[in-house]
């Protein structure tokens, strides 16, 4: 097999199997166990293992779809503007809910992981989990961390948070769409802004500017905590 | 060259000067030049801040001064959005390396994130029932 026939296989490959996944995810009525993303890294897995691919190969060859993630990054600066035009008056105390949501989703995660597994790769990875993936990955790098570890961490907190969050509001006596989209898109980014959709245009728009800030405040703030380093020592003791 | 970029457009005393008969090419190479500033200044700063986040504060800030998104930009940036779940698989696909990681440490880590969700979830909410009673 040819280079060029290899590398146009693993492209073919990963594009075909999500959007496969994508058709099954829809017959599911989108539940957030299937997730297309999810379906189709495990599916990748497995055909990997099979035809008996090295990572490092695959990786090489589908760097063209990974470099994407740059522009598609920059480009949630778009949403992020239409959102906060909605929400102006508010934009001091969503701001404030963000960066102590962004701080007690990173750090709770990493401390207890620390204490608990005392893998310090794997707990430097949970720092960025309610980040969304592209930012997650790009902090879990900064922090010490593994970007394809938290990569699929950021994929397992979207699914949980959205069977565990629904519930926690109810029990609460949350009944405001605005603040259940926004514990929403915060705890469980991408993942729980296509829930909020769901219910209502409320409450996906206020996930969705949940998901960016947690997203930027998180880049910015995480990489100067002292976080990092408890973890580290945490986990070596 | 720029005004051939530009088109005719009373630059820049016009706060609509980016709206016009582009094509969505231009939108991508303003996301390329965003992303490479916001690494140029984090490399210069030697800031620990990924360099696309930089960019995205940059094309936030420009479309604030902007006041409003145009359709050339919207247009390539809504297809990388609706895809972005497809543009992580590849990295997603890394978890093959940290298996052993995964058979050891998988239902502890999946414990650890339901527990930090819910208690990300409480904190969340009562800031903003603290905050809803003092306003």
């Not at chain 1, 999500?18 to 957030?32: D, G, N, V």
């Not at chain 1, 760097?63 to 740059?70: N, P, W």
């Not at chain 2, 005004?3 to 996301?31: D, E, N, S, Y």
């Not at chain 2, 801040?49 to 390539?76: E, F, M, R, T, Y």
Request: include cysteine.
């Amino acid at each position: 097999m040819t280079d060029a026939i290899r590398m146009l296989l693993a492209l073919v490959g990963t594009i075909g199997f999500y959007l496969l996944a994508e058709q099954l995810y829809i017959k599911l009525h989108r539940s957030p166990l299937v997730h297309p993303v999810l379906v189709s890294i495990f599916g990748l897995i497995g055909m990997l293992t099979w035809l008996d691919w090295d990572y490092a190969t695959y990786q090489q060859d589908t760097l063209f779809i990974h470099f994407l993630l740059g522009p598609a990054t920059v480009a949630l600066a778009i949403p992020l503007y239409e959102q906060m035009a909605l929400v102006r008056k508010m934009a001091v105390p969503l701001l404030i809910a963000a960066l102590v949501g962004a701080l007690v989703a990173g750090a709770s995660a990493a401390l207890l992981s620390a204490l608990w597994t005392g893998d310090q790769l794997l707990s430097l990875s949970l720092i960025a989990k309610s980040v969304t993936t592209p930012i997650a990955m790009d902090i879990s790098a900064v922090s010490g961390g593994s970007p394809s570890l938290t990569a699929g961490i950021v994929l397992f907190t979207g699914a949980v948070g959205c069977l565990l969050i629904p519930l926690v509001l109810r029990l609460m006596r949350v009944h405001d769409d605005a603040i259940h989209g926004f514990v929403l898109g915060l705890t469980a980014h991408g993942f729980g802004t296509a829930q909020a959709f769901d219910r209502s245009v409320t409450c996906g728009a206020f996930a969705g500017l949940a998901m960016s800030l947690t997203g930027v405040i998180s880049a910015f703030v995480i990489p100067v905590t002292p976080l990092a380093d408890w973890v580290r020592y945490i986990a070596g003791l | 060259m720029l005004t051939h970029i530009l088109g005719k457009v009373p630059f820049p005393t016009h706060a609509h000067f980016f709206t016009g008969r582009r094509t969505p090419v231009l939108g991508i190479f303003v996301l390329l030049l965003f992303w490479l500033l916001g690494s140029v200044l984090v490399a210069a700063l030697g800031w620990p801040i990924p360099g696309s986040v930089v960019g995205l504060l940059g094309l936030w800030l420009a479309l604030v001064i902007n006041g409003g998104v145009p359709d050339w930009l919207k247009k390539p940036s809504g297809l990388l959005i609706r895809y972005l779940t497809l543009l992580f698989v590849p990295a997603g696909v890394g978890l093959i390396d940290h298996w052993d990681r995964l058979m050891s440490h998988g239902a502890a880590m999946l414990v650890i994130i339901a527990i930090s969700s819910v208690l990300t979830a409480v904190v969340m909410v009562l800031i903003f029932k603290a905050g809803r009673t003092s306003s």
